[in-house]
């Protein structure tokens, strides 16, 4: 095996694969370039190309169910809004301080969206992020508990830094439903 097949083996065996597919295109075209300049422009690209692959897996196993972020919300739709109290929102300082943010209003006002797009930062903040609705939520929770493995579910919960729970209120829960949701809301205190 020559040393041109053996590189690019290698760098397959190391899951390299962006640098495996750009290196012949970039080394043709780097011509006046010294060894460290070249091999510096592809480690970037390979960390450009491994970082924009995890927040994909991110949001993907976040659950949002879209994507949409702070620049995409039309404030003048929704003048009732202060855009201050959401770029607040948006340093994340109320995970740190681990305090609980609720929207409340009537469907359609942009509640979700807001949701989405703090929780899309905090996931490009590396912090993990799940999404679910109260009915999704307290339906998974009342299986596990009679199943007995409500706790196993509480914890498995836990490990996410920020829970959106959404539609909270939309549909009444019934009593053994209210205190698996209490549990829950208590778990991550």
Sequence with gaps: MDTYERVHENLRKLGLETIEISLDHYIENAKDKSFMEILDHLLEDELRSSRSRAMEM?????????RKTVEQFDFSF??????????????LRFLHNKENVVFLGPPGVGKTHLSVAIGIRAIESDIMVYYTSAIKLVQVLKEEYELNRLD???KTYSKFHLMIVDEIGYLPLTREESNIFFQFVSSRY
């Design 58 to 66: 991110k949001l993907r196993y976040s659950g949002l169910p879209f």
């Design 78 to 91: 929704q003048p009732s809004i202060d855009r201050n109290t959401i770029n607040e929102l948006l340093t």
């Design 152 to 154: 196993y579910r509480l």
